[in-house]
Structure formats: C-alpha cells, structure tokens
C-alpha cells in the first residue's frame, strides 16, 4: 500500500545555480541512546546541525508517542523529524512505517530545497516487521529534472530484504525518470553485502564502496563491525564520502551515521 502524504507549499527556487549537495543518513533510534533509556534528541539534533546537511534521511524517527511524551522529560511538543528540522530544514516529508496503540515511527526526509511531492510505500512483508520507502522529489537551483531522494529502512530478514530491494527496484523503475538525479539512502541491514548487486541493475552505485571499495561499517555505533547503512547515487556527476567523528555519533544511536557531498 502507498501512502500519499502532504507537505508544506513549495517554496520558491533561487536562480543561484547549486550543483553540491551534502547528505547524511542517520538511524535516529527513536531518539534514545543505544541500550539506555537516555533520551538524547536534543544532543543528535545539535550533532545533526553540525554536519550542514542539505538533505538529512532519518529511520526510526518518532512521529508520536503518548506515553514518553507524558513521562520523558524534554520530550518535544512537535514530532521528533519537525522538532530536528528546526530552523535549518525548511522542508519535511515524513512517512510512517510502524503503527501501535501509543504512535507511530518511521522515516523522514530533511531538505534545504522545496519537497515538491512525496509518497511512502509500505514494503512490510507478512504483516512481520513494519518498513518504508519513503520518496521524495526535491527542487534543486540551476537544476530542471527534480532530484528523486529515497529514504530506506528494510527488514532484518534476508528472505525479507530480497523482496524489499525487488520492491526498491520496481519504485526506482516506475516512478524515477531514466535520468533524473536520485540519491536513495538509509538502514538496509544488509550484512551480508547482497543489496549492491541488486541494485547495480537499476543503475544505482554506493558511494562508499566506490570510493572505498567496501561499504563502511556503521553498526553498532561504538564498534562498528557490521556494514549496514548505505548512500546510493544514479546520475551524479561525482560523489565523496565524508568523515565524521566518532563522538558523539558513538553515544547517540545504535547505528553510526555516513556522510557524503554528491555533485549533480
């Protein structure tokens, strides 16, 4: 099932021509520290700032919760992705993904630039763990084509990540222009490194593994051992990942984030 959700109006696009762009993708853990019931949204939303992001994908991001917001102090008024959005990201898309008796979560897109349309596709499989695809079309300066951004978040089963990454590819096939600029960045959970050759056959390439030669190592966070997150370009004029310091992303979530600066 697709969700088709509201965003604010466009703003209006400067002539000023911008061809670089500076993503990062963090899974936010729902704004709590990795194995603790320490509440730091306020500390990842400075760590996030820090960075200058253009365009920020976050997973597990809360959009409601009656009881933390009654018994968590400093649990912001405003859903946690608008709450990170703050002054920074005029522009905000946010898809749900998992629904309870007490909110919901899922992922979210931060822009500097207008979200002119959005949609969320519900890649769940058996009614088991709740996962989005979360698209979104972006208005970039000096650039005609909209920039195609993809917020992922897929399942920690491999039988379930396959159909997800087909489901990814059926998307990018169906609703991304052949050449349109598209970043698609996230959680994949992909430990075994099946999703780049998956995903290679709808012409998307991972920054890190082409830079790098491997995917780098964001979980957990203050051991990274495992290569799961990811940031994938198609029809980028260059891209290079950046480095970010190990504190204070270590004490922020259980995944480290990546960073990357992507010439259209």
């Known amino acids: 099932m697709t969700e088709i959700l509201l965003t604010s109006p466009p703003r209006a696009v400067s002539a000023a021509k911008h061809t670089q762009l500076t993503v990062l993708t963090v899974n936010t853990h729902k704004g709590f520290a990795f194995m603790s019931s320490r509440f730091v949204l306020h500390e ?4 996030v700032r820090a960075v200058g992001a253009d365009v920020v994908f976050l997973q597990e991001v809360q959009g409601e919760h009656s009881g933390h917001s009654a018994s968590v102090s400093a649990w912001p008024d405003a859903p946690h992705y608008e709450f990170m959005a703050d002054a920074l990201w005029p522009e905000f898309a946010y898809g749900r993904n998992a629904v309870y008796p007490s909110g919901h979560h899922g992922n979210a897109v931060l822009s ?17 763990e709740a ?6 079309e972006l208005l970039v300066p000096g650039h005609q084509a909209r920039v195609h951004a993809i917020c992922v978040h897929l399942g920690l089963k491999e039988a379930h990540r396959t159909r997800q990454l087909a489901l990814l590819c ?13 970043l698609v960045a996230g959680d994949f959970n992909d430990w075994r490194d099946r999703a780049h050759r998956v995903l290679a056959g709808c012409g998307l390439r991972e920054v890190f593994v082409e830079s790098q030669g491997r995917a780098a190592k964001t979980f957990p966070a203050r051991f990274p051992m495992l290569r799961l997150d990811r940031i994938y370009v198609r029809n980028t004029r260059s891209q290079l990942p950046l480095s970010l310091p190990r504190r204070p992303w270590s004490q922020l979530s259980d995944h480290a984030p990546l960073a990357a600066e992507i010439v259209l």
């Open 44 to 47: 990842l939303r400075e760590a």
């Open 170 to 182: 059926e998307t990018v096939h169906n609703e991304v222009p052949a050449d349109a600029p598209m």
């Open 112 to 128: 500097k630039y207008p979200i002119v349309a959005h949609r969320n596709r519900d890649v769940s499989i058996d009614g088991h």
């Open 131 to 136: 996962r989005g695809l979360l698209h979104c």
